[in-house]
T-cell receptor, first 113, second 115 residues
Framework: EPEVTQTPSHQVTQMGQEVILRCVPI?????FYWYRQILGQKVEFLVS????????KSEIFDDQFSVERPDGSNFTLKIRSTKLEDSAMYFC???????????FGSGTRLTVV | AQSVTQPDIHITVSEGASLELRCNYS??????LFWYVQSPGQGLQLLLK??????LVQGIKGFEAEFKRSQSSFNLRKPSVHWSDAAEYFC?????????????FGSGTRLLVRP
């Protein structure tokens, strides 16, 4: 069964550093998403991406965040200057046209120290 | 505003017993509804989804859910729980249009299974 692949599975970074979280969506999917889950809290929507542009973003997704699809296979989330409160599990997801559902990756646990 | 409420933070059932996890949503239009399961340290796996049609939907691992518009509910059920079902369960509503929509999750219900 096709999978959404996220790397790395765990990343530790110092406050103020830039991080890039990487995702390889399912190959024929067109819609891409990032979500995050702070430990013990609910899963929160960050951003959706379609046709090489952001479709929607949440209040969390401020100027410190950006997304990019640099080639035909990768989808990245960049945090420019990490804060302690950015520590969370970040999930990538992708969906096909008219699929009525999308697939999540296993997540990247980001720890900011 | 759209929201999802899962009233039970924890539920403990005995192996072999039946299970019902509650979910209530608030959404102006006909909702897309989902249940996801998350095992410790793992990602989110889709159990089932409702978009339209039959209000009783079947999912993987023997789970089913029933959409009740009058009660704004989408409760998850399983007739006989297995120890491997112990996990966190999230109800979600899809907000958006066409094939692009965001998911709004509830806070989750942690299921514990007694041997």
């Amino acid at each position: 069964e096709p999978e959404v692949t996220q790397t790395p599975s765990h990343q530790v970074t110092q406050m103020g550093q830039e991080v890039i979280l990487r995702c390889v969506p399912i190959s024929n999917h067109l819609y891409f998403y990032w979500y995050r889950q702070i430990l013990g809290q609910k899963v929160e929507f960050l951003v959706s991406f379609y046709n090489n542009e952001i479709s929607e973003k949440s209040e969390i997704f401020d100027d410190q965040f950006s997304v990019e699809r640099p080639d035909g296979s990768n989808f990245t989330l960049k945090i420019r200057s990490t804060k302690l409160e950015d520590s969370a599990m970040y999930f990538c997801a992708s969906g096909a046209q008219d699929s009525y559902g999308y697939t999540f990756g296993s997540g990247t646990r980001l720890t900011v120290v | 505003a759209q929201s999802v409420t899962q009233p039970d933070i924890h539920i403990t059932v005995s192996e072999g017993a039946s299970l019902e996890l509650r979910c209530n949503y608030s959404y102006g239009a006909t909702p897309y509804l989902f249940w996801y399961v998350q095992s410790p340290g793992q990602g989110l796996q889709l159990l089932l989804k409702y978009f339209s049609g039959d209000t009783l939907v079947q999912g993987i691992k023997g789970f089913e859910a029933e959409f009740k518009r009058s009660q704004s509910s989408f409760n998850l059920r399983k007739p006989s729980v297995h120890w491997s079902d112990a996990a966190e369960y999230f109800c979600a509503v899809g907000a958006g249009k066409d094939s692009s929509y965001k998911l709004i999750f509830g806070s989750g219900t942690r299921l514990l299974v007694r041997p």
